[in-house]
């Protein structure tokens, strides 16, 4: 009997270690071989080819080389408050301000943007630099003849 039982694990173990190393095959090992950082690829409006100060409810949309991380993405402005968003894509960010940039004279607005792609890259933290002009309210008046 002691023989018999012998055997049956024996066997057992054996088909048990067949099936595991089968299983092996069918992992999924891929590793991801994206190793480029993302970059900006535009800024709008950019600071450097737009010589008009910006209005200071204006969104600033920034475009990205690739597909972003939403849960890395960081932006930080020195003045006002501000909200982002993510395009469906994640290669897009639409950045709105809550408050305005500024309003006095003189004021003028950082923005720091630093982030993460899809596959954990590092874009290399970006700053720029824009001069706000006070908004500006015109009233129509007249009788439209």
């Known amino acids: ?14 088909f048990l270690m067949v099936g595991c190393k089968d299983d092996d095959k069918n992992k999924n090992t891929s590793v991801s071989s994206d190793k480029t950082p993302p970059t900006i690829t535009s800024i709008s409006p950019d ?12 969104k600033i949309i920034v475009t990205f080389s690739e597909a972003m ?3 890395s993405i960081a932006v930080t402005g ?20 809550t408050t305005e940039w500024g309003t ?3 004021a003028s607005l950082t923005l720091i943007i630093n982030g993460k792609d899809t596959a954990g ?12 002009t006070p908004a ?8 439209g003849t």
């Open 1 to 14: 009997m002691k023989l018999l039982l012998s055997i049956f694990l024996m066997v057992s173990l054996l």
């Open 47 to 58: 600071p450097t080819t737009d010589t008009q100060t910006m209005h200071p409810n204006r």
């Open 69 to 71: 991380d939403e849960n």
């Open 78 to 97: 020195t003045i006002g408050t501000l909200t982002s968003e993510l395009s469906s894509g994640g290669n897009e960010l639409t950045i709105t301000p």
């Open 104 to 106: 006095s004279d003189t």
């Open 121 to 132: 890259n590092s874009l290399v933290e970006k700053s720029y630099s824009y001069a706000i």
């Open 136 to 143: 500006l309210y015109v009233t129509a008046t007249g009788s």
